[in-house]
């Protein structure tokens, strides 16, 4: 059907004329009064609309169905106004969420800048030790074995997701926690490099520790040698050297790469991790260094074997602190606050320490029954809970009273063999063991029974992380 809007009724031709140039050239040359030939044009084309037939508008009408209601056709503005404002919506929804997101960081800040504030002046006091006999029935114990030889010494992560071991047979492994599966293994060697750099630990491995950021893992075993692990590109990063003596204890101060070493020759050294430098050698024990310790100040806490002392090493001043023992060789300790301190003897008793007293101000003897060397000890920063090891088949835990003047048995946990090491995890949520069937400085006690691994023991909700 021929549309009726350009049929014209004087004209003869129904084709569609041409647009721009070429209908400018149909319509013939401009001719004097252009504007009324315009106009009579532009008349035609209106009396062609008005003309047009009921049948076509029918047709168009089927062509181009109109809505039922006209009130579902959104326009483009309308269209743009519905976006904006859902735009707008979005945009004060983020912001809500973003504020509620600041003022918890900030909560969370105000209470983190609170909690260091008082660990550094050695205020803060965090109550654990009652919850402990709530959760005993929800005690979940499991074990993994660890090392062909004795295991020795474990350290944990910061993260609490990374376990640490070393053993008699020169290896240092990372263990994933929550699989007990071996992630990075560094091998022992058997007989030193030609060139006089070693790659691994010759001999016995006798202690761990790991930064708080998880950068840097130290090693220190009979060979004399201070090993530094990278573990982030799992390699040697160096080996320092300097110590007459087997290595007995290592410590890094925390948040920081500052390390203590403590050896058999009787010295403390301090080394930097970050210019993987020495810095200086502390000396007053006169007998071997048996284990140091550390938090967050500059200064550790060393206990001297037979010296019968404990020396607090204030590194900024300069100085040191002597504190006497009055009976048993001190083999192990752990540091509780920056001022207080519990240390373990071959004669089987346990003692609480404070700076401001030269002599224990609580002593707790034959904690492990009256052949029970303390192997072990382990305590969970500025709280109330310390734990001890032994040979005689059972870890204690223990609590002390609000002002660490006292201790007290709290309960105790079956393990079989020797205990040599003991760590909580940094939620305060785990306790690690590790267990043997030797001692990891010799082999004067050995219990067939033992096996070489980690036993884990969660208390589940004793503690949520600062």
């Not at 030790?129 to 499991?142: C, F, H």
């Not at 023992?325 to 089987?348: K, Q």
């Amino acid at each position: 059907m021929d549309d009726p809007f350009f049929a014209g009724s004087t004209t003869k031709s129904k084709k569609q004329p041409a647009k721009g140039r070429g209908a400018a050239e149909a319509r013939g040359p401009k001719k004097a009064g252009g504007k009324s030939a315009s106009k009579k044009v532009l008349d035609e084309h209106i009396d062609d609309d008005l003309l047009e037939s009921d049948s076509d508008a029918e047709t168009n009408k089927r062509s181009f169905p109109e809505p039922e209601d006209e009130e579902e056709v959104e326009t483009a503005a309308e269209k743009r106004l519905r976006l904006a404002k859902d735009l707008i919506s979005r945009a004060e929804a983020h912001e809500r969420e973003q504020q509620e997101a600041e003022e918890v960081t900030q909560e969370a800040i105000a209470h983190r800048l609170n909690t260091d504030l008082l660990e550094q002046k050695g205020h803060l006091r965090r109550q654990l030790a009652d919850k402990l006999p709530e959760l005993e029935a929800t005690v979940v114990p499991r074990f993994f074995r660890a090392h062909k030889q004795p295991l020795t010494c474990l350290a944990v992560g910061h993260s609490g997701a990374a376990l640490y071991t070393g053993g008699k047979d020169g290896s240092v492994v990372k263990w994933s926690v929550a699989t007990g599966k071996k992630m990075i293994e560094f091998a022992g060697i058997r007989t030193a490099a030609p060139d006089h750099r070693p790659s691994g630990h010759l001999g016995h491995v006798y202690c761990i520790a790991v930064s708080t950021d998880e950068k840097f893992l130290a090693t220190g075993g009979h060979d004399k040698y201070v090993f530094v692990w990278d573990l982030e590109r799992a390699m040697l990063a160096k080996v320092f050297r300097g110590h007459g003596g087997a290595i007995h204890g290592l410590a890094f101060r925390r948040n920081s790469h500052q390390l203590f070493s403590a050896s058999a020759d009787r010295s403390v050294k301090i080394w930097n991790l970050d210019e993987m430098a020495y810095v200086e050698t502390l000396f007053g024990h006169e007998d071997a260094v048996m284990g140091i310790a550390a938090l967050d100040r500059e200064r550790a806490v060393s206990v001297g074997g037979r010296d019968h002392s404990l020396r607090v090493w204030k590194v900024v001043e300069e100085s040191q602190l002597v504190l006497q023992a009055p009976r048993g060789n001190i083999d192990c300790l752990a540091m509780i606050t920056e001022s207080n301190f519990v240390t373990g003897s071959d004669d089987g008793s346990i003692s609480l320490w404070d700076v401001a007293k030269k002599k224990p101000v609580c002593s707790f003897r034959n904690a492990h029954g009256p052949d029970g060397w303390i192997t072990a000890l382990a305590a969970i920063p500025f709280a109330d809970i310390v734990v001890s090891g032994s040979s005689d088949g059972f870890v204690r835990l223990w609590k002390l009273d609000n002002g660490y003047r006292n201790i007290s048995t709290l309960m105790a946990f079956p393990v079989t063999g020797v205990i040599n090491a003991l760590a909580f995890s940094p939620d305060c949520q785990s306790l690690f063991v590790g267990a043997s069937q030797e001692p990891r400085l010799g082999r004067w006690i050995r219990i067939k029974q033992g096996k070489s691994g980690v036993h884990v023991f969660t208390f589940p909700g004793l503690a949520e992380r600062e």
